[in-house]
């Protein structure tokens, strides 16, 4: 149940002008045909983002029973648009015995103006345990976009993913999501957010339909890093929190990222 920050696309530059003097040539009785030049091929984006949070949380459930996560996100991207990536985080999740998400992804994303938008497949991986004690697989497929409008120092994005067999074969996920954020001159950003989760066999899952939520407030530090801190919850209540887990809470949390 992994999320993963999109990356901005840089557009690549244009292709040198050809100089004719440079140019391969075959010649005739007075034609000489120039032989096109060779087109440049724009080199991958590739980007890698670690982050050190106090906790790892997914749709507001925490993945690691309240304890320190590292996550990893490798992000490779093309000039137009493409990408495939990945996400690795530890994880700690009750009954069991898995040691860490493994996210393989692949997506499109586009800016225009103010404007940005980002689609992704991905698959959730344990690779260290496949299926639950009652044979139902843990692994899952799942499909994610998001539209952002940026109108700076404001911005606002709306999300949407969807998993035809979600965790533990719960049948259909659909998950809504929307994040505003707000930077000060300072360079503090501060963002709330709201989302809400269905699932087709909630019983299968272990978890009501419910609305998680969180307010946070980063800001850049030396070395390039970011810094984090915040709260974040949901409304499910502890007898429902997958028989009685202390998973759902609301709690305080603090990260601190850095991308290479």
């Excluded at 096109?36 to 670690?50: C, N, Y």
């Excluded at 050190?52 to 000039?79: E, F, H, I, W």
Aim: aromatic share 12%; hydrophobic share 40%.
């Amino acid at each position: 149940m992994a999320t993963s920050p999109a990356r901005a696309q840089t557009p690549a530059g244009p292709e040198d002008a050809a100089d004719p003097d440079d140019t391969e040539a075959v010649t005739m009785p007075t034609v000489k045909l120039a032989l096109p030049p060779e087109e440049k091929i724009a080199d991958p984006d590739v980007s890698l983002l670690v982050i050190l949070s106090s906790q790892y949380r997914a749709k507001g459930l925490s993945q690691t029973q309240n304890r320190p996560a590292v996550l990893m996100v490798l992000d490779v991207a093309s000039s137009s648009g493409f990408y495939v990536g990945g996400f690795i985080a530890n994880v700690k999740l009750a009954g069991i015995d898995t040691r860490a998400e493994i996210n393989y992804q692949a997506g499109y994303r586009f800016k225009r103006g103010r404007f940005s938008a980002d689609t992704r497949a991905l698959f959730v991986d344990y690779p260290d345990y496949g299926k639950l004690p009652n044979g139902r697989r843990i692994n899952y497929f799942e499909v994610r976009s998001v539209v952002r409008y940026d109108a700076k120092p404001a911005a606002l994005a709306l999300s949407y993913w969807f998993s035809p067999n979600f965790v533990g074969e719960s049948g259909k996920s659909h998950y809504a999501e929307g994040v505003a954020a707000y930077t000060t001159k300072s360079g503090f950003t501060v963002s709330a957010l709201a989302g809400r989760n269905w699932i087709e066999k909630p019983e299968r899952f272990g978890f009501p339909t419910w609305w998680n939520w969180s307010l946070t407030v980063s800001h850049p530090l030396p070395a390039k890093l970011v810094g984090s801190v915040g709260v974040i919850g949901t409304d499910i209540a502890r007898r429902e929190c997958g028989g009685g887990q202390n998973i759902c809470s609301t709690r305080i949390f603090g990260s601190v990222s850095h991308r290479f």
